[in-house]
């Protein structure tokens, strides 16, 4: 039950969720806003706490949980990257490659999503987080694609 509302919680922003922007840099900042305001939701937030809070008596549950949200979310946003380096600047960066992307998103998710949702899972309400949100994307992502444009993403 919970592995699949994290699925089908991930699909939906998968499907919703469409790039736009004039500029790479427009493009994944808005992946990034969009991304933290969806994982920092009141309910996912809550059911990301109960895997962590019943870890303890359901290893393999909570396991299985963090496993697939991890390769589910790595999926979306390598295929949305993918996407990205299908024209214009990115298509040149070795780092944006088919056998590359997967990591590259992995490396751009650890980046930018995974440091607000370690701290959402201790906010007693994810709201106070909000106002972080734009300034971090904006120092985070630059430096993602600075590394990406000196092949530092490997």
Do not use: Y
């Not at 994290?6 to 919703?16: A, K």
């Not at 946003?77 to 990115?90: D, H, N």
């Not at 995974?114 to 992502?141: N, S, W």
């Amino acid at each position: 039950m919970v592995t699949g509302d994290v699925v089908s919680r991930i699909t939906q922003f998968s499907s919703e969720w469409k790039p736009s922007g004039d500029t790479i840099e427009e493009r994944l900042v808005r992946l990034a806003d969009a991304l933290l305001h969806w994982t920092l939701d009141d309910e996912r937030m809550a059911l990301m706490r109960l895997a962590v809070a019943e870890a303890q008596r359901f290893p393999e549950l909570s396991s299985n949980v963090s496993r697939t949200a991890r390769e589910l979310s790595t999926e979306v946003a390598a295929r949305v990257l993918g996407e990205m380096a299908q024209s214009g600047e990115l298509a040149s960066l070795p780092v944006f490659a088919p056998d590359r992307v997967a990591t590259t998103a992995r490396f751009f998710l650890d980046l930018v999503v995974v440091p607000m949702l370690l701290r959402g899972l201790f906010e007693d309400k994810v709201e106070a987080l909000q106002p972080e949100i734009g300034p971090h994307v904006a120092r985070t992502v630059p430096f993602f694609l600075a590394a990406c444009r000196h092949s530092g993403v490997v």
